[in-house]
């Protein structure tokens, strides 16, 4: 099957020219001047709209149990939401039950995908649990499987976090494995003991999510993190950047060119403490970790994916229901499912806020929403571009067409949508995974099934097309 996407303007992180696009089976086999190619089975007009590389998520949260409940998006549901999104692949955390092997974990994962898969996937994997004599070592064999970052939690005192020696004998065995290492970095100890004392004083109210959890925590796990790496000569990547005083103490490694990079979330631009504080228990839809800021915080964010001292925007797509999942805290914030939805928004919202609003270009938006993620978690050239012998995840972007953010039309089985009521100019109408059209016209035209799991390249390498497996 061969496809010609006509006449668009093909984006890259250097450059827009308009060209045609030729898909031959699941690759991209030309891309050339107008006109210059023919003889194909299908033709795509994209006249006047954007050719854009695949978004690539690196931070989502799919069928994931967490805090009492688990995650309402499966494999399917939030894939789905992602492909109308103009994402064509994500990378999804496995959480290693406590006491159980890596290889158990990855087996629950991957059959909990099975079948499902309506995009290409890949796995990090969440370390809460070493021992020596087996998972220490266990972990070092994770990124010959294609699994190449782990995960470490620092807050979630109780459940997912882990103490600094897992955290530093993880980065250890990256140094040598060629694996990233991944943080998210809140002092959990710390956010542990204004819980409480917030409790005692009988503040229960969503808002006390954010006010127990202050920038400084963020800020000196941050740099705990960030100096920690830095001893056992590892690579760091930063989850979810929220503050000035996190976003500091990368500024200061990458200066000073040590391997560390972060990500911000299409959220932290968006959502503040008016949010968290809306009456009625509305105010726990805007509960996640780490929490909302004040809006004083989106220019340091907008500036710093700007001159990529942050440089990847992911979702951490990781929806409940508020009504039967959130309301589990209605009378106590801790017990609030952490996380929100996302997958379906990322690539409208930093279009219209980002590109239309000229914080960012865009090359940019595409360097910050598919090419870094691709090279930075081992999917790049196989993904993250658009170029000859890349996968054909292409998205067809109109940048004319305006639409109403909404849960009433999401594919997110959430009840909410953290951006509700906003109009953005901009839609991905059609979207290719491969070589195979997955949204077109307004619906899904694959089947669940379509989307693989990519064992990824191990840090700074490349991922060349043979080295994708079924
Ligand atoms: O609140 C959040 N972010 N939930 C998902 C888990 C995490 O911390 O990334
Ligand atoms: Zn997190
Ligand atoms: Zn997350």
Known sequence: M???????????????VTADVLVDGEVIAAVAAPGTLSEVDEVIDATGKYVLPGGIDPHTHLDMPFGGTVTIDDVESGQTSAAFGGTTCHVDFIIQPQGATFAAAVDEWKAKANGKQVIDM???????????GG??????????EGITSYKLFMAYKGALMVDDETLFRTMETASQTGALVMVHA?????IDVLVKQALEAGNTDPLYHALTRPPEAEGEATNRAIQLAHLADAPLYVVHVTCREAVEPIARARDAGWDVWGETCTQYFFNSLDDIAKPNFEGAKYVYSPPVRDQSNWDVLWN????????????????????????????DFSKIPNGGPGLENRLQMIHEFGVRARRI?????????STNPAKL???????GTIAVGSDADIVVFDPEQTVTISAATHHSKSDYNLFEGTEVTGVPEVVLLRGQVLVEDGELVASPGVGQFVARAKFGEELKPEEVTA
């Open 377 to 383: 978690f081992g999917l790049y050239p196989r993904k």
């Open 122 to 132: 890949g796995y990090h994997m969440a370390v809460t649990d070493l021992k020596d």
């Open 186 to 190: 809140e002092n959990g100890d710390v």
């Open 304 to 331: 710093a994916v700007r001159t990529d001292v942050l440089s990847a925007i992911s979702t951490d797509h990781c929806a409940f229901l508020w009504d039967g999942q959130k309301t589990m805290g209605k009378d």
């Open 361 to 369: 270009s865009l090359n940019r938006m595409v360097e910050l929403l």
């Open 2 to 16: 061969s496809i010609l996407i006509k006449g668009g303007t093909v984006v890259s992180v250097t450059g827009a």
């Open 135 to 144: 998972t220490l070592e266990e972990l070092a064999t994770l990124p010959d």
